[in-house]
């Protein structure tokens, strides 16, 4: 079955400093691959989309790389701020027609000051 | 249009009480789906809708579990007969069938069964 994985532990870099998260999938070769960002007690907030065919997309301080040889997506904010502090998750749509995201558990990023 | 509305935002209810979530998607959006998501995980795909059509079930979804979606509008999740394990954030998300886009989601029902 379609799994998803993501850096358990949460990772903590001071402010200013660049972050990347990993996520990793297998069995699977999705068309897209997308990452949220949830807060505490909120529902995810869509941040960026890439498709199979793109090695990487930017927005603002975002950049995600998409390497479908490694099945693996990196997701980068550079410059961090404290207020970047949050959970960030990776989702993939399940390989069915129901468009079902398939999520990561997650990691958490602290920024501190 | 405000997003995806979902409320209410937590209930507590004590166990084997019945219990109604509701969720109003955004207007154009004909998908929406249901997830649960518990601490330190990520949201786990419950059921979703195309219009008024419930297309498909997790096997997550209990016979506990039932949800609606009439006349393709808001939708409602009701749990029956409430167990703790079921205590987790009911999120609901909503997009328009064939958009390779983000989905929009609600802020959520938070449940604590006593």
């Known amino acids: 079955s379609q799994k998803i994985e993501q850096n358990s532990e949460a990772l903590n870099i001071q402010e200013g400093k660049t972050a990347t998260l990993t996520c990793n999938y297998t069995n699977y070769s999705p068309a897209y691959l997308q990452w949220y960002r949830q807060d505490p007690g909120r529902g995810p907030v869509f941040l960026l989309l890439?498709?199979?065919?793109?090695k990487e997309k930017r927005k603002e301080r975002l950049k995600v790389t998409f390497d479908t040889t490694l099945k693996q997506s990196l997701f980068h904010i550079t410059a961090s701020q404290p207020a970047d502090s949050a959970t960030y998750l990776c989702?993939?749509?399940?390989?069915?027609?129901?468009?079902?995201?398939?999520f990561g558990q997650g990691t958490t990023l602290q920024v501190k000051p | 249009d405000t997003g995806v509305s979902q409320n209410p935002r937590h209930k507590i209810t004590k166990r084997g009480q019945n219990v109604t979530f509701r969720c109003d998607p955004i207007s154009e959006h004909n998908r929406l789906y249901w997830y649960r998501q518990t601490l330190g995980q990520g949201p786990e795909f419950l059921t979703y809708?195309?219009?008024?059509?419930?297309?498909?079930k997790s096997r997550l979804l209990s016979d506990r579990f039932s949800a609606e979606r009439p006349k393709g509008s808001f939708s409602t999740l009701e749990i029956q007969r409430t167990e703790q394990g079921d205590s987790a954030m009911y999120l609901c998300a909503s997009i328009k069938q064939g958009q390779q886009d983000g989905y929009t989601f609600g802020s959520g029902t938070r449940l604590t069964v006593v």
């Open positions: 809708f195309q219009n008024e059509a419930q297309l498909e």
């Open positions: 989702a993939l749509v399940d390989s069915s027609n129901t468009g079902k995201l398939i």
């Open positions: 890439i498709r199979e065919n793109e």
